[in-house]
T-cell receptor, first 113, second 110 residues
Framework: KAGVTQTPRYLIKTRGQQVTLSCSPI?????VSWYQQTPGQGLQFLFE???????NKGNFPGRFSGRQFSNSRSEMNVSTLELGDSALYLC????????????FGQGTRLTVV | GESVGLHLPTLSVQEGDNSIINCAYS??????FIWYKQESGKGPQFIID?????DKRQGQRVTVLLNKTVKHLSLQIAATQPGDSAVYFC?????????FGTGTSLTVIP
């Protein structure tokens, strides 16, 4: 079956702009989590959606937001981009949020200039 | 945030040798841990997990050891193969989220 698909794979944006990233989970998976990965900070949890509801949220400012649609596809939005937002953004999907069955996508590499 | 750190940022081993990757965590209340493998250009891949009520768990060629006394986690890979070359990082679960280490880059020398 198809894996977790993230689009776009690469993105370059200017400071102050906003960006929307997309994640299509594995068919049947209802939980989608988003992460930011940087060399210095490692992987940091952004939020988790389950059945269109945000279930958990990490310690990121309100500029980072997300949503999940009825087909479980999820989008993440970052407004007023800062240089420090440059990172690899990963999403992971699972049937119900059980971590042993979570699968990650390849990520979206965002560069803010 | 929580601190999950790795003792060595890079590790090189000969093919066929055993590899040991270490991880220190900071909160004794963390009750669940996962090791991930991330190959270049790919997302993290689950390797093995362990709950805090255990001190050892074995998988296929991998073993995770948990020492709660010193808040230390290690991943042992037996008979390391070239395909094991990747970044490995641990994650601890506390509260309602995971906290991840920055990773150790493992290079297998043929």
């Amino acid at each position: 079956k198809a894996g977790v698909t993230q689009t776009p794979r690469y993105l370059i944006k200017t400071r102050g702009q906003q960006v929307t990233l997309s994640c299509s989970p594995i068919s049947g998976h209802r939980s989608v989590s988003w992460y930011q990965q940087t060399p210095g900070q490692g992987l940091q949890f952004l939020f988790e959606y389950f059945s269109e509801t945000q279930r958990n949220k990490g310690n990121f400012p309100g500029r980072f937001s997300g949503r999940q649609f009825s087909n479980s596809r999820s989008e993440m939005n970052v407004s007023t981009l800062e240089l420090g937002d440059s990172a690899l953004y990963l999403c992971a999907s699972s049937l119900s949020g059980v971590w042993t069955e979570a699968f990650f996508g390849q990520g979206t590499r965002l560069t803010v200039v | 945030g929580e601190s999950v750190g790795l003792h060595l940022p890079t590790l090189s081993v000969q093919e066929g040798d055993n590899s040991i990757i270490n991880c220190a965590y900071s909160n004794s209340a963390s009750d669940y841990f996962i090791w991930y493998k991330q190959e270049s250009g790919k997302g993290p891949q689950f390797i093995i997990d362990i709950r805090s009520n255990m001190d050892k768990r074995q998988g296929q060629r991998v073993t995770v050891l948990l020492n709660k006394t010193v808040k230390h986690l290690s991943l042992q890979i037996a008979a390391t193969q070239p395909g094991d070359s990747a970044v490995y990082f641990c994650a601890e679960f506390l509260g309602n989220q995971f906290y991840f280490g920055t990773g150790t880059s493992l290079t297998v020398i043929p």
